[in-house]
């Protein structure tokens, strides 16, 4: 994975919710591109789908 992130031209990867964000850093070595997203399931209902939404389209739109 990191010969890959090495060569192409990735500027972020968002991880969907806590826990996938932490085995990402492990795997990519604390990889700066790395950025966490609140969750979206509803099991993990700590925010509205109304913030998640807003949540999302913030950190998403700075990247396209």
């Known amino acids: 994975m990191n010969e ?3 060569i ?3 500027k972020i990867i968002f ?3 806590k826990k996938s ?3 990402a850093r ?3 070595n604390d990889d700066n591109r790395l950025m966490a997203l609140n969750s979206t399931s509803s099991a993990n209902a700590r925010m509205s789908f ?3 939404i807003c ?3 913030d ?3 700075k990247f396209l």
């Open 4 to 6: 890959i992130l090495n």
């Open 8 to 10: 192409a031209d990735i």
């Open 15 to 17: 991880k969907k919710g």
């Open 21 to 23: 964000y932490e085995v």
């Open 26 to 28: 492990k795997i990519l």
């Open 50 to 52: 109304d913030d998640l």
């Open 55 to 57: 949540e999302w389209s």
């Open 59 to 61: 950190n998403l739109l």
